[in-house]
């Protein structure tokens, strides 16, 4: 069960995620999501890997032993898998570290090549890299999809063991095509492409776009992630090169959510350390009438945009903690992104926006979105963060919504304890067994 003691009296989500461990008849392991606790809970709720018998019930501590353990994608047997301590992605079955250099040899590719091939001046801005060179990065790119890359089946749970510092470093967990899926108490870092894809479409001037998301879900239904770290620690943007006069971005999301999935909680975690934390919907005609998502208790801190940026669906996203401070060199464009007629409630947050931060740049959208909410918080003050976006953008946000929350398990209607119980209570390594 979540140890009691460490849970203070700032607020009822706290408290109500201690009684859901139910006085220890269920284990960290075997917990499922609780009733009402956002869209995850809907239809027949999230239970991942808790009906899995001891045949089925795996402790790995290596990338070969998470692979063996999750098994075939398409296999729906219940299983629970415990990951203890770190996880290397970049290695081999032997444990042997692989590199860049691992992973490009033998294609023909190499940076160098690459970059003249494809070099604006020559090459033009109209079309996407095509030839000898890119198909060698494409095949790199591959080789090392086969290592990070580890796709989770249906009825699994995936949990960090207490005090291990459990987590998947350099590793993407995708979830796709599947339902019913739990993963709690990890940290994910370092999710780097070694092999990044220039673009010179995308854009005005062009962009290097990057492969892997630490977590992705991809037509999946039913997912809870809950208290997570995300960082890109220890390699932070701020040291990548630039080639052509765009940024060599190796890493993409944290968390995205698209391609149809629906019936996701996110909750309880950390994202720090990173540029395009949150996508949901991967386009803006991405499955009308899914991506149906709840997004409370995390903290935000550290982070560029995408806290999220929404799609279509309809998203609840309440009592969390959007910190603006830059944070190694992340600095924030904006944290909520309405776009694409997405209906977003947003509740009861709380914005923490230093000297010189304009409230006016801590939503975005495109005119079509829309944000609808009240009880929000910045340093303290309760504040109308649409009307503020509004009076200083012409593509205004949307004010009203076509549905009403109502699958709210822990929400605070107030705001103010948010940013010293937040701090404790969550990302990894804060549930005990």
Not at 28 to 42: C, E, I, R, V
Not at 122 to 131: H, Q
Not at 333 to 358: C, F, H, M
Request: proline share 3%; aromatic share 8%.
């Amino acid at each position: 069960m979540v140890c009691a003691a460490a849970v203070t009296a700032t607020g009822l989500g706290a408290v109500a995620f201690v009684m859901n461990a139910n006085a220890g008849a269920v284990d960290l392991y075997h917990q499922t999501l609780p009733a009402k606790d956002g869209w995850a809970a809907s239809g027949s709720g999230t239970t991942g890997g808790a009906q899995a018998d001891s045949a089925h019930v795996f402790t790995v501590s290596t990338r070969a032993e998470l692979v063996k353990a999750l098994g075939s994608s398409s296999n729906s047997t219940a299983k629970i898998i415990k990951i203890k301590g770190t996880i290397d992605a970049n290695t081999d079955d032997s444990g042997k570290k692989l590199t860049c250099a691992d992973y490009s040899s033998g294609t023909g590719y190499s940076l160098a090549s690459y970059l003249k091939a494809y070099d604006p001046s020559t090459y033009g801005t109209s079309k996407l890299p095509s030839g000898t060179q890119e198909s060698a990065r494409a095949a790199a790119q591959a080789k090392q999809a086969k290592s990070v890359v580890f796709k989770v089946p249906a009825n699994t749970t995936i949990v960090g063991v207490p005090g291990t510092k459990a987590g998947i470093t350099g590793g993407s967990l995708q979830v796709k095509d599947v339902d019913n899926v739990i993963i709690r108490n990890l940290t994910f870092a370092a999710t780097e492409d070694c092999f990044p894809q220039w673009d010179p479409t995308d854009g005005d001037t062009g962009n290097w776009n990057s492969a892997y998301d630490a977590v992705t879900l991809r037509t999946a239904t039913h997912v809870w992630a809950d208290h997570n770290t995300f960082t890109d620690a220890p390699d932070f943007d701020s040291a990548n090169k630039k080639y052509y006069g765009r940024e060599y971005q190796i890493h993409d999301g944290d968390l995205d959510i698209t391609k149809g999935s629906d019936l996701v909680t996110v909750e309880r975690n950390q994202f720090t350390n990173h540029d395009k934390t949150m996508l949901i919907g991967s386009s803006d005609t991405d499955s009308t009438g899914k991506l149906h998502v709840s997004i409370h208790h995390n903290v935000w801190k550290g982070i560029v945009q995408r806290a999220p940026l929404a799609r279509i669906g309809q998203v609840h996203i309440y009592n969390n903690y959007f910190d603006t401070t830059t944070v190694n060199g992340y600095a924030p464009l904006y944290t909520i992104n309405s776009r694409a007629k997405a209906q977003v409630v947003a509740e009861d947050n709380y914005w923490n926006v230093p000297a010189g931060g304009k409230v006016a740049k801590l939503l975005s959208g495109d005119g079509t979105g829309s944000i609808a909410g009240s009880g929000n918080l910045v340093n303290g003050t309760a504040t109308d963060l649409v009307a503020a976006y509004n009076a200083a953008n012409s593509k205004k946000l949307k004010t009203t919504v076509n549905w009403t929350p109502s699958l709210t398990y822990g929400l605070q209607t107030s705001a103010k304890n948010l940013p010293t119980e937040l701090a404790t209570t969550t990302g990894a390594g804060v549930l005990n067994p």
